[in-house]
């Protein structure tokens, strides 16, 4: 029933930012938890960044601790995802995705799943 749909991804060199928004549709999206996932070419979706419902909590991978922030707008139904000091590790298709109660990294909790946006970091 629920629709994500992300967008903003494209080729940035080393160092450098993007912001990956997410919009929602076709469902309450206020009573989900969100996550951001990222697949790399022959590796498993991995996750990323994820946020509670109200936006209070989040989680982030250690890998990106520090150099991303996950946001949501409630009224808008948009999550966000801001990438700084990317590195080419961080290459891969990101994925939006909605459906646990509580932020989690487990992909089997999230019912709700984007088209995915890729992402490439080289110089």
């Known amino acids: 029933q629920l629709q994500l749909v992300e967008s903003g991804g494209g080729l940035v060199q080393p160092g450098g930012s993007l912001r990956l928004s997410c919009a929602a549709s076709g469902g309450s999206f206020v009573n989900y938890a969100i996550g951001w996932f990222r697949q790399a070419p022959g590796k498993e979706r991995e996750g990323v960044s994820c946020?509670?419902?109200?936006?209070?909590?989040?989680r982030y991978a250690d890998s990106v601790k520090g150099r991303f922030t996950i946001s949501r707008d409630n009224a808008k139904s948009m999550v966000y995802l801001e990438m700084n000091s990317l590195k080419p590790e961080d290459t891969a298709v990101y994925y939006c995705?909605?459906?646990?109660?509580?932020?989690?990294?487990?992909?089997?909790?999230?019912?709700?799943w984007g088209q995915g946006t890729q992402v490439t970091v080289s110089s």
């Open positions: 946020i509670s419902t109200s936006g209070g909590s989040t």
């Open positions: 995705a909605a459906g646990p109660l509580w932020p989690t990294f487990r992909r089997d909790e999230y019912g709700y």
